[in-house]
Structure formats: structure tokens, C-alpha cells
Nanobody, 127 residues
Framework: EVQLVESGGGLVQPGGSLTLSCAAS????????MGWARQVPGKRLEYVAG????????FYADSVKGRFTISRDNAKNTLYLQLNSLKTEDSATYYC????????????????????WGQGTQVTVSS
């Protein structure tokens, strides 16, 4: 059974930083594209970052480019998201996601690229 367990969320002031982690289990982690998505109640799920299987290619939504960094450690079956220069509009529930296969530029943020999501971790940016 695929399991994705996020951690690291919390309350942070605007301009602050957080690091989210996602522990993956139940599947062979290294061959699959992975990513992070976020959702605010009443709004659509937004894919904010994706990373290819080897970790050498990363993709970002325009809303987070230059502020967030996605990475992975295939030896530890763990995905990360470093969130810097946080804004109030970054407040959301953040979900770790497993792709159906690899992720590529131009399609990485399409809803049909993803097949599993974790339970989410809440990030609140507020003064």
C-alpha cells in the first residue's frame, strides 16, 4: 500500500521559512516523479513543485518560483520542500504526491499526472 506522510507544517511569520518532509513507503520510491501540491478550502488543488525520479530536474509554479525548493533523497525514501520568503497567501494544506510515472516540463502540473497524495500538513503564514 502506498503511503505518503507529510510533516513539518506549522505557523510562521511572513518572510519566514519552513521545511516540509514526506516519508514514502509501500512502493519503490526512486523510479517515480514526485511533487507537492497545496489547497485552500474552497479552491482547487494547486501543484506547486515537481521533481523527476533522479532529482536532477525540478519544476515550479510561477507563484512559488524562486522561493520554494523541492528535493528528494532516494536512499531515505523522502521528499522535501523548502519554503522561504513565505507570504500570507502561501497558507494552505500542503500535500505530497506521487506521479503515475516520470514528470516532465509542460505537463508536470497536470492533474492526470498524479495518482497518490498524502494526508497533508497545514502551513499558516500570519503575523
Amino acid at each position: 500500500e502506498v503511503q505518503l506522510v507529510e510533516s513539518g507544517g506549522g505557523l510562521v511569520q511572513p518572510g519566514g521559512s519552513l521545511t516540509l518532509s514526506c516519508a514514502a513507503s509501500g512502493f519503490n520510491f526512486s523510479p517515480w516523479g514526485m511533487g507537492w501540491a497545496r489547497q485552500v478550502p474552497g479552491k482547487r488543488l494547486e501543484y506547486v513543485a515537481g521533481i523527476n525520479s533522479g532529482g536532477g530536474r525540478t519544476f515550479y509554479a510561477d507563484s512559488v518560483k524562486g522561493r520554494f525548493t523541492i528535493s528528494r533523497d532516494n536512499a531515505k525514501n523522502t521528499l522535501y520542500l523548502q519554503l522561504n520568503s513565505l507570504k500570507t497567501e502561501d497558507s494552505a494544506t500542503y500535500y505530497c504526491a506521487k506521479a503515475r510515472s516520470e514528470v516532465y516540463a509542460g505537463t508536470w502540473d497536470s492533474r492526470d499526472r498524479w495518482e497518490y497524495w498524502g494526508q497533508g500538513t497545514q502551513v499558516t503564514v500570519s503575523s
